[in-house]
């Protein structure tokens, strides 16, 4: 079983979910401190679930909750690390969902043919892929970031590029170093990330904008 590392530092009810509100999924380590539809593929570490806890307490931020559910797929092992067998789980669980936004907050420098091709068929339902640009500098994305149709994310602050942040084949950017959780400090484009996907909530449930246009706009610069 091949295993892919990532560079970013359960079982679903569905009884309450609601009819004509925005499916937002994130698929990271487990989220533990929200309330979220969860299937958990591997349970991961409490390192893990920090991880997930913070990217998520950004990527909720001052969201209209009662227009939004949030599905979770727990994929990082112990060690931060994730198969792609169970990333592909994650993307057909989240398809069969019917998510309209998937968050990724994790990448790697391997390219995965079978990724690649789930993530297109999600591309072509219209889903939102946003994903962490990675953390190795300057240069192009890792995957599944640097795949045709995602939303690829760096940090930047001001006009600078984050020592961090890859600087080439970006779609966007936000602030990846002033952030934190319980005390803790945060750094790495796997905090910007749920920064660009807490906008494009905003847009389409506050200012009514459609996913297509939302979406053509960041992927046609």
């Known amino acids: 079983m091949t295993i892919i590392f990532i560079f970013l530092i359960g079982i679903f009810c569905f009884s309450n979910v609601k009819k004509n509100t925005l499916r937002v999924a994130i698929i990271d380590g487990r989220v533990t401190n929200f309330k979220t539809h969860e299937r958990i593929i591997k ?15 950004i990527l909720r931020r001052n969201v209209n909750s009662k227009k939004v559910q949030y599905f979770s797929y727990s994929i990082l092992d112990d060690d931060f690390s994730f198969d792609e067998e169970d990333l592909l789980k994650a ?8 998510v309209d ?6 990448s790697s420098i391997l390219k995965n043919e079978n990724v690649q091709t789930k993530v297109e068929q999600l591309i072509r339902k219209n889903i939102i892929i946003v994903a962490a640009a990675g953390n190795g500098g300057p240069g192009k994305p890792n995957y599944p970031a640097r795949l045709n149709g995602v939303i690829a994310v760096g940090s930047k602050v001001n ?24 005390g803790k400090t945060l750094k790495g484009t796997s905090f910007s990330t749920p920064k660009i996907t807490n906008m494009i909530i905003k847009r389409i449930i506050d200012m009514k904008e459609s996913k297509r246009s939302v979406k053509k706009e960041y992927l046609d610069k």
């Not at 349970?43 to 307490?57: I, L, P, R």
């Not at 936004?101 to 994790?106: G, K």
């Open 101 to 106: 936004i998937i968050n990724l907050s994790l």
């Open 159 to 182: 006009s600078r590029y984050s020592d961090f942040s890859p600087d080439e084949g970006l779609e966007a950017n936000a602030n990846g170093e002033n952030e934190s959780y319980q």
């Open 43 to 57: 349970q991961g570490s409490s390192e893990t679930e920090f991880h997930a806890n913070s990217v998520f307490n």
């Open 91 to 98: 993307l057909s669980a989240a398809e069969k969902d019917h």
